[in-house]
């Protein structure tokens, strides 16, 4: 069973900017399509990005688009989400997970512990 370890959250301004690391142990997330969601506080966890397993393709979140962008290095078996002009509407913890229908489907069960990402206003 794979391990989801997501890593790269902090506290900024509104304006700014994240990287976030998904870093995959267990098993290769090579042929995998991966997704990253997020859940703020009293809200459902919802979809943000995806990319499919070759990297050449990507989808994403109306409330994210032309903000965020998703890559992966399969050597390194990662996921990256990149965020800029981060809004205080983007406070959640961040979550990634492979994906069993594209593009916004997760694998049950196979949730890391997140990243709290927080921007302030």
């Known amino acids: 069973q794979v391990q989801l370890v997501e890593s790269g959250g902090g506290m900024v301004q509104a304006g700014g900017s994240l990287r976030l690391s998904c870093a995959a142990s267990g098993r290769t997330i090579s042929g995998a399509d991966m997704g990253w969601f997020r859940q703020a506080p009293g809200r459902e966890r919802e979809f943000v990005a995806a990319?499919?397993?070759?990297?050449?393709?990507?989808y994403y979140a109306n409330s994210v688009k032309g903000r965020f962008t998703i890559s992966r290095d399969n050597a390194k078996n990662t996921v990256y989400l990149q965020m800029i002009t981060l809004k205080p509407e983007d406070t959640a913890v961040y979550y990634c997970n492979l994906l069993t229908y594209w593009p916004d489907k997760p694998m049950i069960g196979s949730w890391g512990q997140g990243t709290q990402v927080t921007v302030s206003s």
């Open positions: 990319v499919r397993w070759s990297g050449t393709t990507t």
